[in-house]
């Protein structure tokens, strides 16, 4: 008797080790024609004109509540919106009517892909540009006010500076 118990414990260990798992995945959306996703997010336009997006632009921002004023520029299929916040916000507030005025853009086909920024430095040469572009001068404007920006991002590093950079001689 004794023989035929190990004999079955060996069948049934072999039988239940040999039993492969199984691989009951869901089925994939490719293997079934049926199942379709849809885009939620507005595509991006093709922006035509220029001044009539980054006017728009500058609307939409404008009605988000705590945003006193804003400024577009549109460089070829992208726009840059400046706004302007009461400089007495806390970072937290400037924070969440950014995210805001970037809520309300996304929504729209021409701002999905505009960058908002709430820096008041990069704001004024933004308005800046804007004004050089309402004037006929945009490869000018845009021109000086790039050099001025690149010029606050790069670090000037002691080691690159020498006497005669500033009109000193380094001599006290």
Not at 54 to 65: D, P, V, Y
Not at 67 to 90: F, H, Q, S
Not at 100 to 123: C, I, K, Q, W
Not at 135 to 144: D, S, T
């Amino acid at each position: 008797m004794m023989k035929w118990a190990v004999w079955m414990l060996a069948v049934c260990l072999l039988a239940g080790c040999g039993a492969g798992a199984r691989n009951e995945t869901s089925p994939s959306p490719q293997n079934n024609p049926g199942v379709t996703a849809q885009q939620t997010a507005p595509q991006k336009k093709k922006i035509g004109d220029p001044n009539a997006v980054a006017a728009h632009l500058e609307s939409l921002a404008t009605g988000i509540a705590g945003v006193k004023d804003a400024r577009c520029v549109v460089i070829g299929n992208t726009a840059v919106v400046g706004i302007d916040v009461d400089e007495r916000l806390d970072r937290g507030r400037v924070g969440t009517i950014k995210y805001s005025v970037a809520e309300a853009l996304r929504h729209d086909p021409y701002g999905v892909n505009a960058f908002v920024t709430a820096d008041m430095d990069l704001a004024a040469r933004i308005r800046e540009m804007r004004a050089d572009i309402d004037k006929g001068r945009p490869a000018a404007g845009f021109a000086e006010e790039m050099s001025d920006i690149i010029g606050r991002i790069i670090p000037q590093l002691p080691r690159d500076a020498s006497p005669g950079d500033d009109g000193e001689t380094g001599q006290s």
